[in-house]
């Protein structure tokens, strides 16, 4: 069996401060989400959680990292460049991957700025002038990265994301040209694909859940519920794990967990393939521990 590539996943940072918005810019959605943050969101999303996360990830020296969305709160313009700044500091644009959150395009004014700070980490391979990004292909070692975007903005108290049919059949044509490279597909989108909560929900996820039926992925990683979480699908040979994972700057409040990340070991076994599973989360006493190894196949 050959040496294993390490793929990190963290997602939903939800960098941490806010910065103080302009009174302009506190209209619709956003002075929901501001009192929101105000009384609630604040306490749980603390930096030096993430700080922490972040450092314990870099020390695990992963061979790539994935980062599904929500990087910012409320899509002020000024908490575009410091959560640019951070990602910096997770890893520069060739050993890591990002795609946007809901967050990240919370209303229509600003949702245009994730796009064009983060350009580089959004990028596919081929550099194509096409101003559609998604889907986005990147090779890394044996893997075939696949981003998604499945952020929009919504009307107040909506969470949802979309797809929509032209980035679905742009997916359909990719997953049918990477058929027969013998590449371990992984499928980055924000939102889960399947929810408990009509108003946070993909949209489409049906027909994206067909579409793997129909081609297959190897792993698809997402964002958004802010918990641990792993359902299969049904492939083409075999399900397919959907992980997710929760806040990277959270402390444990309600249901919701700490902050933690995943490793995923990647190597060829015969014919196919073996995938490993490490959870490793921030404790109460903000250190990063193993919760569990899971072998997904």
């Known amino acids: 069996m050959m040496a294993a590539f390490t793929?990190?996943?963290?997602?939903?940072p939800h960098l941490p401060p806010l910065p103080?918005?302009?009174?302009a810019e506190l209209a619709g959605k956003r002075a929901l989400g501001y009192l929101n943050w105000t009384r609630n969101r604040h306490k749980y999303h603390r930096r030096e959680v993430l700080d922490v996360l972040v450092s314990d990830l870099r020390a695990q020296v992963p061979d790539h990292i994935a980062v599904t969305g929500d990087f910012v709160n409320l899509a002020l313009a000024a908490e575009f460049a410091p959560a640019r700044a951070w990602l910096d500091g997770v890893?520069?644009?060739d050993q890591v991957t990002a795609i946007p959150g809901n967050h990240d395009a919370y209303v229509r004014a600003t949702s245009d700025l994730f796009a064009m700070n983060f350009a580089s980490y959004l990028a596919g391979d081929d550099h194509a002038s096409d101003t559609k990004l998604f889907p986005a292909l990147r090779r890394r070692g044996p893997l075939?990265?696949?981003?998604?975007?499945?952020a929009l903005p919504t009307p107040p108290l909506m969470a949802t994301g979309t797809l929509g049919k032209d980035q679905i059949g742009a997916l359909e044509r990719l997953l049918a040209e990477l058929a027969s490279s013998g590449v371990f597909r992984v499928l980055l989108v924000h939102h889960p694909l399947r929810s408990r909560s009509r108003f946070k929900r993909l949209t489409d996820a049906p027909e994206l859940i067909a579409l793997l039926k129909r081609h297959g992925v190897e792993l698809v990683l997402h964002g958004h519920d802010h918990v641990h979480s792993t359902i299969w699908i049904d492939g083409p040979d075999?399900?397919?794990?959907?992980?997710g994972v929760p806040s990277a700057s959270a402390i444990a409040h309600g249901h919701y967990p700490s902050a933690a990340y995943n490793l995923f070991a990647i190597a060829r076994d015969g014919n196919g393939w073996r995938c490993e599973q490490t959870v490793r989360g921030v404790n109460d006493s903000l250190r990063v521990r193993e919760i569990r190894q899971v072998r997904l196949f």
Do not use: E, Q, T
């Not at 793929?7 to 939903?12: E, K, P, Q, V």
């Open 91 to 93: 890893g520069p644009p």
């Open 238 to 243: 075999r399900p397919i794990p959907v992980v």
């Open 20 to 23: 103080k918005p302009r009174l």
């Open 144 to 150: 075939a990265l696949i981003s998604l975007s499945s």
């Open 7 to 12: 793929l990190a996943h963290l997602s939903d």
